[in-house]
């Protein structure tokens, strides 16, 4: 009879049953057995052999078909791990897409900061040229009050006196004039490059609708300030030019009571008079050159309306694109949630049916097992029972005859019972040992899953509510956007028609104070003739100046 192949035993049951298989007992069997060998014949023994082989092999094979489910099962629980291992690594990506979007709104947020930082600046400078501009018109108000006491006592002062003073008068003006103009064409220049540094600023951060809000108001106030320097430009403008007009009807009624005075004395102050009058000329040129100036101005402050209205149209149609951007991300967010709650509850249902399957194979194989058992210990008193006959038939055969052949097949037989006995013992203790380290792993693995679950169940509720407090943020910076237009063009109109009604009122105020020059010239003929507005407007486009009666000739 040959050795008995070791397997693998199916499970702790059967390590169990096995186990009470002691050396002993096997030695305790191999006893009655050659006691029973003596009593029976060789035909009886041959048949007792096969049939423990038989059971043995039944044995075997029941043995290798557990083994082989073992495999199975293992082969199920290895491709499981790699496909959490795969889900693992899915929720790692998710989770550094996350701080990448994190950090990047960090840096968006810090951006703003330093524009705000920088617009403040802006602002700043811009309050303090705003203070210096009326510092310096109310210097040149104070210099012109000046100057109209010196022309006042001037004009009692001799021809010769009267003439180099009001020839000083005139170039200190027009140096006065010049250096105003020098100063507005250079804060004018500085104004054109912080806007520009402005604009280029803007266009930059854009894209950065988590800093529109501020970005925005403060737009809004410095359009407010802007706002309130050009009412308050324009209010002293419109103050100094009532001045200036009342100055110039006040001093034009002066010279034509000098003139009915010197109607009589005609020879004799001539000259004067043919001097006041030229005086009077460039009095009403540099006036009106200083409203063409104003006008200028007015234009240039209308075109920088302009670009700003373009600007914003532009910040408009950049912030509802960045917004259709956002809001088509935030869409694909929640589709991504979406797909990623319902590939985890697929993963947990596939999981949880994976565990009960898992769960009724062991209960079906649990009960295999105890199938197995019980044939064992059947087999096992066959076994016994089979050992006792041998051990009775033994004496008989040694009575009977020459046993050294038989007494070494027994011995040989019995050592082989007991290696495969003790085999079969270790075999069956490691099998113990690992099917515990596998329930272990088995209930490790299904903690790990239920947590991992409740991790996706509530980062997905997570997700779900910062989406939707970001589309509510959309949506209230959408409608601060459609409010600050709407502003926008409300102040827009209003400067335009205040621009239109300014415009008017210079016009008006150049044309009474053409036609009160012209009337009181003309009405003085014997004096001499002052020149027509055409001809004052041909000589204001003529660089050689306008030629004044006398032979005089002054630059336009």
């Known amino acids: 009879m040959s050795a008995p192949t070791p397997t693998t035993p199916p499970d702790q049951a059967a390590v169990r049953s096995e186990a009470a298989l002691s050396e002993a007992e096997a030695d305790h069997l191999l006893t009655r057995l ?28 029941r043995e290798a078909a557990v083994v082989a489910r073992e495999e199975r099962t293992e082969t199920e629980v290895a491709r499981r791990e790699a496909s959490a291992a795969d889900r693992d690594a899915r929720a790692a990506d998710r989770e550094r897409a996350a701080a990448d979007r994190r950090r ?61 003073a009001w020839e000083q008068e ?46 925005l108001a403060a737009d809004r106030r410095a359009f407010e300030e802007d706002q309130i320097a050009a009412r308050d430009l324009l209010e002293q403008e419109r103050a100094v030019l009532e001045n200036r007009l009342n100055f110039r009807k006040a001093h034009l009624d002066r010279t034509a009571e000098e003139l009915r005075q010197a109607r009589g004395e005609f020879d004799a102050r001539v000259q004067r008079v043919r001097a006041a009058m030229v005086r009077s000329a460039e009095i009403a040129d540099g006036r009106r050159h200083g409203l063409d100036r104003f006008r200028d101005l007015l234009d240039k402050r209308e075109e920088s309306l302009a670009r700003h209205a373009a600007r914003s149209a532009e910040e408009r149609t950049a912030a509802a694109a960045d ?19 319902q590939e985890s509850a697929a993963f947990t249902a596939k999981n949880r049916e994976t565990l009960d399957a898992r769960a009724a194979a062991l209960d079906s194989r649990e009960k295999s097992l105890t199938e197995l058992r019980e044939q064992l210990e059947a087999a096992h008193r066959e076994t016994l029972t089979l050992r006792v006959a041998v051990e009775e038939l033994l004496p008989r055969l040694k009575d009977a005859g020459p046993s050294a052949p038989v007494g070494l097949r027994l011995e040989e037989s019995r050592r082989r ?53 970001r589309e509510e943020e959309l949506l209230r910076r959408a409608a601060a956007v459609a409010a600050r237009d709407d502003l926008f063009d409300r102040a827009r109109r209003r400067w335009s028609e205040e621009t239109n009604k300014s415009g008017t009122m210079i016009r008006e105020l150049l044309r ?11 009405d003085e003929p014997a004096i001499f003739k002052l020149p027509a507005p055409e001809e004052l407007g041909a000589a204001k486009n003529d660089r050689r100046g306008l030629i004044l009666p006398g032979g005089f000739r002054r630059a336009a």
């Not at 003790?422 to 490790?444: D, M, V």
């Not at 947590?451 to 169940?457: A, G, K, N, V």
């Not at 009474?512 to 003309?522: G, Q, S």
């Open 34 to 61: 050659k006691r029973d060998a003596a009593a029976l014949s060789a035909t009886e023994l041959r048949a007792l052999a096969v049939t423990l082989t038989d059971r043995r092999d039944a044995v075997a094979r």
């Open 104 to 164: 990047e709104a960090d840096e968006r947020a810090a951006s703003a900061e330093r524009f705000l930082s920088d617009l403040e600046r802006d602002r700043a400078a811009f309050a303090a040229d705003r203070e210096r501009v009326k510092a310096e018109i109310h210097a040149a108000k104070t210099a012109c009050d000046g100057e109209l006491d010196d022309r006042r006592s001037a004009c009692q002062r001799e021809l010769a006196a009267e003439r180099a």
């Open 170 to 215: 005139l170039a200190e003006e027009r140096d006065a004039w010049e250096a105003e103009r020098r100063a507005a064409e250079s804060r004018l220049a500085d104004e054109r490059s912080a806007l520009d540094r402005l604009r280029d600023q803007l266009t930059e951060d854009a894209a950065e609708l988590d800093s529109d809000r501020d970005r």
């Open 323 to 341: 917004l259709a951007a956002r809001r088509a991300a935030v869409a694909e967010d929640a589709a991504a949630c979406e797909l990623t709650r």
């Open 417 to 469: 019972v007991v290696a495969y006995l003790g085999e079969r013992e270790e075999s069956l203790s490691r099998r113990s040992a690992e099917l515990e380290q596998a329930k272990r792993t088995l209930a490790r693995q299904a903690e790990e899953l239920e947590t991992q679950r409740r991790l996706l169940t509530r980062w997905e509720a997570e997700r779900r509510s910062a989406a939707a407090a």
């Open 512 to 522: 009474e104070m053409e036609d009160a020059v012209a009337a009181e010239i003309h």
